[in-house]
């Protein structure tokens, strides 16, 4: 128990422990063991933490210091690189994904922090020609003020990366409020941006629930914008609360993602990436390839080596490198997975491979890669995002059903297309509603890149050009020339 790590908020460059003098707990989702213990905050914590950042934006030059922030943010990726392993460490132990996936995340994430540091240096407003000579006409690019910021459990350091990086290059405040089911590596990071030496009030971070603590984020006075990534059913809460406030939010919500496979695919190429697409942390990704479209032609023979390559992935202890699955997070999760592949065979959907946790893995929180065919697009099970490793496959028989059947769904987050046809995949590309469209590769992030959803899977982006202008408001100053 002594070795449990403990948290406090991270408020105006101190750690600092919760008002109400509460905590609560994260558990290994492998050990079942305490992982670590955090600051259970309230309203009375989120309003120090939003009066430091309103404080730091309001009464220091960071807003205008863009180099010192781009130096400041190359230095916190140097330190993110240089601490990979023990981040992903921590967060595989919150959360119970795979050590090599974690590790592959935090590969990545200094990445976000510095191609942000480049626009901090480089974009800036415009010159526009407007219609009288006499006047010139400027715009500028000016940062929110406060911006809070909510991330989930499942990949919380990228999360963290792609709204906070561009947040910060703008010129930004931030106050992070994470999951409460994996807070520690967004702890960790905190205590790196201090290192690195981000100005007290930059960085903030306020731990505890989403009812309590996020509710309390959403709804402050003070925050100038929001932004949320997590579930549909917080999503409209949070939307809700930043209505009543007139306050911008970008939001980043769940998915049903599809991989469409053509009869003229590198079909190893496609199996792997399909069975990767809804088995890689463990399904529990907002980017998972939950739904395979297959032209006919191919189906069977995908569908055989799809679930032989899933039957084939070793389950076991997160932290060891040969493991590929690991548990789900929480009992909740498992509860959740249980119920919707229930519905999924009590509304015919036929089960090849997995369904149910086998008697050895019993009391764990393992669940096995389940592939469902025979289904429809109006059961649950291929309209409901599982955030698990399940499968559903449906054949079609020309493109454009292939197009209907991936964009007949609430969601539009990401989509997968295998084919070697240039034409095809163009105009495939073109006619699927969703945010980012993979082309013989799946699941790849890229801080360069815009990422958002159509529907339900939210509005803004993250990342890319976007997702630095989402992170500031434009002014227009016309300037009339000659009038002194
Ligand atoms: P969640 O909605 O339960 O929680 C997300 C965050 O919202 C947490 O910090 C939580 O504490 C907070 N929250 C919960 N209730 C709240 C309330 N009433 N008011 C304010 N805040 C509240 O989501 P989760 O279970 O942590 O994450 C899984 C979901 O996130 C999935 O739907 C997944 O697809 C989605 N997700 C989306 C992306 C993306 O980029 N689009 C990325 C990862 C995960």
Redesign the pocket.
């Known amino acids: 128990m002594a070795d449990v790590t403990r948290y406090e908020h991270f408020v105006g460059g101190v750690w600092t422990p919760p008002r109400g003098g509460r905590y609560l707990e994260t558990t290994n989702p492998y050990t079942g063991a305490v992982n670590a213990r955090f600051a259970e905050g309230d309203a009375s914590d989120v309003d120090l933490a939003v009066s430091a950042a309103r404080a730091t934006f309001d009464t220091t030059d960071w807003a205008r210091r863009s180099r010192e922030r781009s130096r400041l943010l190359r230095r916190l990726a140097d330190l993110i690189d240089d601490n990979a392993e023990r981040l992903a460490q921590v967060e595989s132990a919150d959360n119970g994904k795979t050590l090599r996936e974690e590790c592959g995340m935090y590969s990545v994430t200094g990445g976000y922090f510095r191609y942000a540091a480049s626009l901090a240096e480089t974009l800036a407003g415009d010159a526009p020609t407007g219609n009288d000579p006499s006047v010139l006409s400027l715009t500028q690019r000016e940062p929110y003020g406060v911006i809070g910021v ?6 919380p350091g990228i ?1 963290l990366a ?1 709204p906070v990086a561009p947040a910060l290059a703008a010129g930004n405040t931030i106050v992070v ?5 994996a807070p520690s590596s967004i702890l960790e990071l905190a205590s790196l941006a201090d290192e690195a030496g981000f100005p007290p009030g930059v960085f903030n971070v306020v731990t505890g ?3 309590v ?3 309390a ?2 709804s402050h006075q003070s925050v100038d914008k929001l932004t ?8 409209r ?2 939307a809700a ?1 930043a209505a009543a406030r007139l306050v911008p939010v970008t939001m ?4 049903k993602s599809a991989n469409l496979v053509f009869a003229d695919a590198d079909l190893d190429a496609a199996v792997a990436a399909v069975t990767s697409g809804f088995t890689a942390a463990t399904g ?5 390839g939950s739904r395979a479209l297959v032209h006919q032609s191919v189906f069977d023979t995908v569908l055989d080596r799809v679930v032989a390559a899933a039957k084939q992935l070793r389950l076991g202890d997160p932290a060891l490198p040969g493991t590929e699955i690991g548990p789900v997070c929480t009992q909740a999760q498992l509860d959740r997975i249980t119920a919707l592949v229930a519905a999924g065979t009590a509304e015919g959907g036929r089960v090849v491979t997995g369904g149910r946790q086998p008697e050895e893995l019993a009391g764990t929180l393992f669940y096995p890669p389940t592939v469902f065919v025979d289904v429809t697009t109006d059961m649950t099970i291929t309209r409901e ?1 599982v ?1 698990g490793p399940v499968l559903c496959m449906i054949p079609f028989h020309d493109e454009s059903q292939a197009v209907r059947l991936a964009n007949d769904t609430v969601y539009g ?1 990401a989509a997968g297309v295998w084919t070697q046809d240039l034409d095809r995949a163009h105009r495939v590309s073109g006619a699927l509603r969703v945010g980012t469209v993979w082309v013989n590769h799946y699941r790849r992030g890229d801080p360069a890149f815009p ?3 159509y529907g339900q ?2 509005y803004g982006r ?1 990342s890319g050009v976007e997702g630095y202008r989402e992170m500031t408001r434009v002014k227009s100053i016309q300037i009339l020339l000659g009038s002194a």
């Open positions: 909510q991330t989930p459990w499942n990949t999360l792609q409020k994470p999951s409460e089911l629930l989403g009812e603590v996020g509710a984020l959403c949320f990534t997590g579930s549909p059913a917080a999503g809460l949070v609360q980043e919500l769940g998915g529990q990704s907002c980017v998972a995002e955030f987050l990422f958002g959803g899977s939210g993250f």
